[in-house]
């Protein structure tokens, strides 16, 4: 199991074995180098500790546990995690700023306590059937026990071909479960508890109706530049993902203002048109001064770098971004320990275009049922390359808000699915709805401001979107490189704060992410603020007509893939020539399709990497 993962920790080994316990650790050296060995136990020996991650606040907790009278051996954060368990239980969570899976083993109530961030930035999974309960940051691990059952969760699989992602609590893997953010595990005499230590309150205080817009600016930035300079303690060299876009480029200015040296960034491009932002991210990086780094690809291969993602990821996952981090990871890895990225400023203060274009539903449902429904539609399907638009129309008559937000994530949307999985899946989902989430979480943001529909959407993303798919893919591609990401926009205490604000300050009319370039907006270039969100996009169209046309052929094609079983074949046929012949844009759902052949072959039918 340790060594499946490996890569996580490439530094240090550790394991504790005893009467039915085993716990083990591959260490990823950050914090406290010579004395941070892990398994750590407190001075008593009654308690012992694994975990993954970085607590930001531990040089503020180490003295209030030192007055309490417990004992240190260490200067890691681990062992603060350790006594402040000891001292406050299950509350300890409450207390921890930072991204975390941990494992204390208490020895006198024989309890096995888990536990993950309040967001989801480090992976926990666990196995359980009558006999034990497995559990690993990465699923490969728990597979690293041969006498574990593999068989495919056909919810996680109607989960993945809709959103392109697992959703937690479900996994591909049949009794195999990822534990949500900010929830606990407790396991003590055969008896498995879980439990929500954290949420979001949607309760904007009285005062704060009245709080205007510059004033949460400043309360953001304030909050922000804390969470930057805690992020940037290391015992080792750190650096940053630059994009050039307004997240990173503010997380960038204010790593300068409490860097000693230069900022050292790091920023990908791929030689294609319409897919290079290297010219932007290296203006800011001149602009603030940074030691800047430049990754521009032409020429990699393709078909290893995907192969080498599919084992990452465990499961088969769609967003086609990992590609680009996986090789910017690599390239940072030569240079530093630690990146901060700027992922979450999209979903805490309303990046996304879908948003704003959401607030147009009801004036779209307005129009004439035959031409909101057929018309349009059927125009803008006559032209292949109109992807947002084609969304835009299918998603907009919708009136349920949850059902219709879920509409603009997915893939394969119902009727797609119908045609897609094979009779005998269908029969066995026939009562599942992979969206379900959606008006779950829709529905259960509380307080003054869950009145507020776009902040509604944005809950709803932080609990799927953002725990499930980016977290993942961040997590998995630089892990995979021994690279630590850490996110300085998603402490905990900024997206309190940004579910306090009224959305009108976030979107206005096709205007995004306004609050969050007014608190930055003194730091970086003033091009930054209105450049038009662009992420880290991928070729995947290009890719499929040209350089990976032949390979996506050669494995949906094959003989092994149409005998599977969960597809209908003669559809996915139908959606590869449609992409080919430049009738329709399939590139997305061929990519879902492709990783998920590739994850079969090497977790299913046991080939390798």
Same mark, same amino acid.
């Given at each position: ?6 890569? !996580? ?106 536990? !993950? ?15 034990? @309960? ?32 697992? @959703? ?48 949460? =600016? ?15 303690? =290391? ?29 050292? &960034? ?26 800047? /780094? ?10 290893? &770098? ?47 275009? !879908? ?7 009801? =004036? ?53 699915? =119908?045609?897609? @999985? ?13 969206? $379900? ?11 003054? &401001? ?14 799927? $979107? ?73 070729? &995947?169209?290009?890719?499929? +007509? ?15 893939? !149409? ?22 844009? /399939?590139?997305?759902?061929? $990519? ?8 079969? +072959? ?8």
């Amino acid at each position: 199991m340790m060594q499946a993962i490996h890569h !996580r920790g490439p530094d240090e080994e550790g394991a504790l074995r005893a009467d039915g316990i085993a716990l083990g650790t591959k260490r990823l050296s950050i914090i406290d180098l010579a004395g941070g060995q892990q398994p750590i136990w407190n001075e008593g020996e009654s308690a012992c500790i694994v975990y993954n991650g970085e607590l930001y606040n531990y040089l503020d907790l180490r003295p209030l546990l030192e007055a309490k009278g417990h004992c240190f051996r260490t200067h890691s954060d681990t062992e603060v995690i350790l006594h402040a368990y000891e001292e406050w239980g299950l509350d300890c969570l409450r207390r921890l700023n930072g991204m975390f899976a941990l494992a204390i083993w208490d020895v006198h109530s024989r309890t096995l306590f888990l536990a !993950r961030d309040r967001i989801g930035e480090k992976p926990l999974y666990y196995y359980r059937d009558e006999q034990r @309960l497995v559990f690993a940051s990465e699923i490969k691990a728990i597979l690293a026990d041969g006498s574990l059952p593999r068989a495919i969760n056909l919810r996680g699989l109607a989960n993945f071909v809709t959103f392109g992602h697992a @959703l937690a609590p479900d996994t591909i893997y049949q009794n195999i479960f990822k534990l949500p953010p900010a929830h606990c595990l407790l396991a003590r005499e055969g008896e498995v508890t879980i439990k929500e230590y954290w949420d979001v309150d949607g309760d904007m205080p009285h005062a704060a109706a009245r709080v205007s817009a510059d004033e949460y =600016a400043e309360q953001i930035r304030a909050l922000l530049d804390d969470s930057v300079r805690r992020r940037m303690i =290391a015992d080792v060299p750190v650096g940053a993902f630059l994009s050039g876009g307004v997240d990173s480029s503010g997380v960038v200015a204010l790593m300068k203002r409490h860097a000693t040296g230069a900022v050292k &960034t790091f920023s990908l491009g791929f030689k294609v048109d319409g897919f290079n932002e290297l010219p932007d991210a290296r203006r800011v990086a001149y602009a603030l001064g940074c030691e800047h /780094h430049e990754l521009e690809v032409e020429h990699v291969d393709l078909i290893q &770098t995907l192969q080498t993602l599919v084992y990452h990821y465990d499961e088969p996952f769609g967003d086609a971004a990992g590609f680009p981090i996986y090789l910017l990871s690599r390239f940072a890895r030569e240079h530093v320990k630690v990146v901060l990225c700027g992922d979450g400023g999209d979903e805490l203060f309303g990046g996304y275009r !879908r948003y704003a274009a959401d607030q147009f539903s009801s =004036a779209y449902r307005l129009l004439p049922h035959s031409l909101a429904r057929e018309w349009i539609p059927s125009l803008v399907n006559r032209v292949p390359r109109l992807r947002r638009v084609k969304r835009s129309v299918q998603t907009l008559p919708i009136d349920d808000p949850a059902q219709r937000y879920a509409h603009w994530l997915m893939v394969f949307n119902a009727p797609m699915r =119908a045609q897609l @999985l094979s009779a005998n899946v269908r029969d066995a989902l026939r009562d599942y709805d992979p969206a $379900w989430q959606y008006p779950h979480y829709y529905a259960h943001l509380n307080g003054r &401001t869950a009145t507020d529909h776009l902040n509604r959407l944005m809950y709803v993303d932080v609990k799927t $979107w953002l725990a499930d798919g980016y977290m993942e893919k961040t997590d998995k591609a630089t892990m995979a490189c021994s690279l630590e990401a850490r996110m300085p926009l998603l402490d905990h205490r900024l997206v309190e704060l940004a579910f306090q604000i009224p959305s009108r300050y976030k979107i206005h009319g096709w205007a995004t992410k306004r609050i969050l370039k007014r608190a930055v907006r003194d730091l970086v270039p003033a091009d930054v603020l209105s450049k038009r969100k662009h992420g880290f996009s991928v070729p &995947t169209d290009q890719w499929f +007509r040209h350089e990976l046309k032949d390979f996506v052929f050669e494995v949906l094609m094959d003989e092994r893939t !149409r005998q599977r079983g969960y597809f209908n074949h003669a559809y996915v046929e139908q959606l590869y020539r449609a992409h080919q012949a430049g009738q329709q844009t /399939h590139d997305t759902a061929l $990519w879902l399709l492709l990783n998920f052949e590739l994850w079969h +072959r090497i977790f299913m039918d046991g080939g390798t990497r």
